[in-house]
């Protein structure tokens, strides 16, 4: 029996995604929509084209990892009728800056500027 490929078209990814020849037409990252080509056609293909490259089917396989592409999910729609009702995140505290020299509070872009207004001391890390 002749071995199957799966061809990989390496002038781009997804993420760190390989991208493979699709059994539709064009491009995917799920695997169970990649062609797969007996090995003188995917050797043919490569020939064309030296940025699609043949990969064992079998190779490939042992790599693949579960995964959940954020795309296809939806928060409300996954917990509606679930009775959990998520947290509201508390909004984190504002930075407080104090001038090392004359201990006047500074806001953000003083303190980052590097120069406290009031005495000229220099208080970034």
């Not at 592409?69 to 729609?77: A, L």
């Not at 917990?79 to 009702?85: F, P």
Request: charged share 20%; glycine share 8%; proline share 7%.
């Amino acid at each position: 029996m002749n071995q199957l490929f799966y061809l990989q078209d390496s002038r781009s990814y997804v993420g760190n995604d390989v991208l493979w020849w699709s059994k539709e037409g064009g491009y995917t990252t799920d695997l169970s929509k990649a062609a797969t080509f007996v090995q003188e056609e995917a050797m043919r293909m490569h020939v064309f084209r030296g940025t699609d490259i043949p990969w064992p089917v079998p190779y490939i396989l042992m790599k693949v990892r579960p995964a959940v592409d954020m795309q296809y999910i939806n928060r409300e729609d996954a917990l509606a009728g679930t009775g959990i009702n998520l947290i509201k995140e508390p909004k984190p505290s504002p930075e407080v800056h104090r001038c090392q020299g004359c201990m006047r509070f500074l806001s953000n872009a003083q303190f980052w500027s590097g120069c406290c207004p009031n005495c000229g001391m220099d208080n970034r890390p």
